[in-house]
Every structure is written in structure tokens, then in C-alpha cells.
């Protein structure tokens, strides 16, 4: 049954990615957030350098979409991927994160990422 679980979560992922493209004009912003999904997901699996990778085409399909929301998610999610690996990374992607939050008027979001930045004991 586990085994069963595993494969449906390693392809779940790439089969609504290749729905997405298979789109007469692929749908970039719903693959950014499969990325997104799929990098949160590997990092509560522990499984760091794979989450990053899908991260970091994430942020760079959501900066170059304007997806300003989109892309302070990421940018939280990789200062959560590098907190314990390398914690100045992690306050300059909360720095950023943080920043996205307060331009578009989400300041409880802000807050809570003051708050994982003041918990990196700068």
C-alpha cells in the first residue's frame, strides 16, 4: 500500500504537469504552481536539493509572470528550505518574501515571516 501511495505522488505531479502543456497555449502559471506544490512537498519529506530545484523553477516562472503573490509563496518556501543549511540564504529569501507581502498589503503574512526571520537568531 505505501509503495502504491509513493507512485501515485511521484506522478501525480508529472501528469498534471503534462496536462498543462499539452494545452493548445500551456497554462505557465498553473505549472509554476505544480512546481511550487511539488517543491513543499519533497521539503516535508526531507528530501532538500530535489524541493529547491522545483522551487527555483518556480520563482523563476513567477517572476517572470509578474505573479507577485505567487512569488513571495516561493520565496517563504525557499527560505524554509535552507534554514538549517545556510540561515543567511534563508533571512534573504524571507527578507524578499516579507517585502512582496507588505507591497501588496498582506501584513499578517509579513508578520508571520518577521517572525521565522527573527527565529533565525540573526
Request: no cysteine; proline share 2%; hydrophobic share 35%.
Given at each position: ?17 503534462a ?13 509554476a ?39 513571495a ?7 524554509d ?11 534573504r ?30
Amino acid at each position: 500500500m505505501n509503495r502504491q501511495k509513493g507512485y501515485a505522488e511521484r506522478t501525480r505531479g508529472r501528469f498534471t504537469q503534462a496536462g498543462f502543456r499539452s494545452l493548445d497555449q500551456p497554462d505557465l502559471h498553473n505549472l509554476a504552481k505544480v512546481e511550487l506544490w511539488q517543491g513543499r512537498t519533497l521539503l516535508e519529506k526531507n528530501e532538500r536539493p530535489d524541493a529547491v530545484a522545483h522551487l527555483e523553477q518556480a520563482l523563476a516562472s513567477m517572476t517572470e509572470l509578474a505573479r507577485h503573490y505567487d512569488r513571495a509563496q516561493v520565496l517563504d518556501a525557499l527560505g524554509d528550505a535552507h534554514v538549517t543549511t545556510d540561515p543567511a540564504s534563508a533571512d534573504r529569501y524571507y527578507q524578499q518574501a516579507m517585502e512582496i507581502y507588505e507591497e501588496i498589503g498582506h501584513l499578517l503574512t509579513a508578520a508571520t515571516i518577521q517572525h521565522k526571520r527573527d527565529s533565525l537568531g540573526r
